[in-house]
């Protein structure tokens, strides 16, 4: 079992930054590809990055980049020029396999609770 937390969502203005972060606690967390999704109002949830057990980054999308600190259990996804399109809730994920990398939501084993990312113009 794996828990998922993540932190660092808010309201912020168009062409803003934010850094996201994601807490892993329970079984060892070298053991899953990481990834996180978006899922805005009407829309689809979609893959927005993923990293491999090893920081291998298999999926990025335009301005953001993902990141992880296998010492500390957390995954990040900085994201920089925010755009208004970018307002969602983002969503840590893990699977449990090596690479990763997939956008199917229903291979990720674990997921978090979501945080809210609001990007005003």
């Known amino acids: 079992q794996v828990q998922l937390v993540e932190s660092g969502g808010g309201l912020v203005q168009a062409g803003g930054s934010l850094r996201l972060s994601c807490a892993a606690s329970?079984?060892?967390?070298?053991?899953?590809?990481m990834a996180w999704f978006r899922q805005a109002p009407g829309k689809e949830r979609e893959l927005v990055a993923s990293?491999?057990?090893?920081s291998r980054i298999t999926y990025v999308k335009g301005r953001f980049t993902i990141s992880r600190d296998n010492a500390k259990n957390m995954v990040y996804l900085q994201m920089n020029t925010l755009k208004p399109e970018d307002t969602a809730v983002y969503y840590c994920?893990?699977?449990?396999?090596?690479?990763?990398?997939?956008?199917?939501?229903?291979?990720?084993?674990?997921w978090g609770q979501g945080t809210q990312v609001t990007v005003s113009s």
């Open positions: 994920a893990a699977q449990m396999t090596y690479q990763g990398g997939s956008s199917r939501g229903d291979d990720y084993n674990y």
């Open positions: 329970g079984r060892a967390f070298t053991n899953y590809a």
């Open positions: 990293i491999s057990y090893n």
